[in-house]
C-alpha cells in the first residue's frame, strides 16, 4: 500500500467513527460501546518518544477533572470530548484551574467539532488535528494508524448489517502485499501464503484468528455481493491450492514455486484486485487497489 492508500485509508476510518459518533452519541463518549480515549491515547503515541508517551488519568483517577491524556515530559495536558464548544472548552478551562492543574499546555480535542473562538490559556482542535499528524507522519506512523483503527474500532458491532461497512474490512486485508505484489516481487512465498490465507479467513469466517479484525460472514451478506465476494473467494482458494500442491510434490514445509505457478497465481492475484475494485466501485467507496507493473 502507498503513503497515499494509506492516508485515505486512515481519513476513511476516522470519517466513519466521526458520523457514527454524530448519529448514535448523545451525550458523551460514555455512550459508546468501546474506548474511545484508549484509541486516541495509542494514536498520539505512534508520534511520541518512547519516554514522551501520553498516559490516560482516567484509570488512575476515575472521572479525572478537566483532564483525560498527560504527556508529563512534555507537560501537556488533553481532554478528549465529542463538541469542543465554547460552553464545554470554557467549563474544561475553569475546572483545570480550580483543581489547580499544574501543565504548561492544555489542549481540547473536540473529535465532532471545535470553537473557531480564541480563548485564553487553551488550545482547541477538532479531528483534523489528527488528520494532520497523520499526514505528515512517516510511512511506518501510517501504518501503526492504520492498524491501531483497524484493531480499536468495532466496525461490525457498529454497522452489524450493512455490506458496504463489512466489505470495506474485508478490502483492507486484500489491499496487502500479498495480493498487490507479483510473486516476482514477493520476498518470502510462505508470508505471501500466510497473507492470502487470512483473506480467505475474512471473506468466509468474517475473522482472522488472534487479531481483532471483524467483518460478516460470508452467509450473512446479501445475495449479489455474497455471490461477489465467494468469486474472489474462489480465486483465493485457487491460489491457496496452487502452494499446498507445491510443498506436497516436493515433500517440503517450504514453498519455492517455479515459473509455471508464479505465472498461474500471477493470473489469479491480478482477477482477485480486478474484482475487489469493481464491489469498491459498486460501493462508491471511492478506493482502487493498484497492483505492481508486469
Excluded: W
Amino acid at each position: 500500500m502507498t503513503d497515499q492508500q494509506k492516508l485515505n485509508e486512515i481519513l476513511s476510518l476516522l470519517s466513519f467513527l466521526q458520523t457514527h459518533i454524530k448519529t448514535y452519541v448523545k451525550v458523551s463518549f460514555n455512550d459508546l460501546t468501546f474506548e474511545l480515549e484508549a484509541l486516541m491515547l495509542d494514536y498520539l503515541n505512534v508520534f511520541e518518544k518512547d519516554d514522551e508517551k501520553y498516559v490516560n488519568m482516567n484509570p488512575i483517577q476515575h472521572n479525572y477533572p478537566a483532564i483525560d491524556l498527560v504527556n508529563k515530559r512534555k507537560d501537556i495536558a488533553i481532554q478528549v470530548t465529542t463538541n469542543a464548544n465554547l460552553t464545554k472548552v470554557r467549563k474544561t478551562v475553569t475546572t483545570f484551574q480550580k483543581h489547580n492543574l499544574k501543565y504548561s499546555k492544555l489542549i481540547v480535542l473536540g473529535f465532532i467539532s471545535s470553537t473557531k473562538e480564541s480563548l485564553p490559556n487553551v488550545e482547541v482542535y477538532d479531528v483534523n488535528y489528527l488528520v494532520d499528524l497523520a499526514k505528515y507522519g512517516s510511512s511506518e506512523q501510517k501504518d501503526a494508524i492504520y492498524d491501531i483503527l483497524q484493531r480499536r474500532i468495532p466496525l461490525n458491532s457498529l454497522h452489524p448489517l450493512e455490506d458496504k461497512i463489512c466489505f470495506d474490512v474485508v478490502y483492507s486485508v486484500i489491499n496487502r502485499s500479498a495480493i498487490r505484489d507479483r510473486t516476482a516481487c514477493e520476498g518470502n512465498f510462505d508470508d505471501m501464503l500466510k497473507g492470502v490465507s487470512e483473506i480467505k479467513e475474512i471473506i468466509t469466517t468474517g475473522r482472522i484468528r488472534g487479531k481483532s479484525i471483524r467483518a460478516k460472514s460470508l452467509v450473512e451478506y446479501t445475495g449479489p455481493i455474497k455471490l461477489k465476494l465467494e468469486d474472489i473467494e474462489f480465486d483465493v482458494s485457487s491460489i491457496i491450492q496452487i502452494c499446498n500442491r507445491n510443498k506436497i510434490a516436493r515433500s517440503s514445509n517450504f514453498l519455492c514455486l517455479d515459473h509455471s505457478d508464479q505465472k498461474a497465481i500471477d493470473d489469479l492475484k491480478e482477477n482477485i484486485i480486478i474484482k475487489t475494485n469493481q464491489l469498491a466501485n459498486h460501493f462508491h467507496l471511492n478506493k482502487n487497489i493498484v497492483g505492481s507493473p508486469k
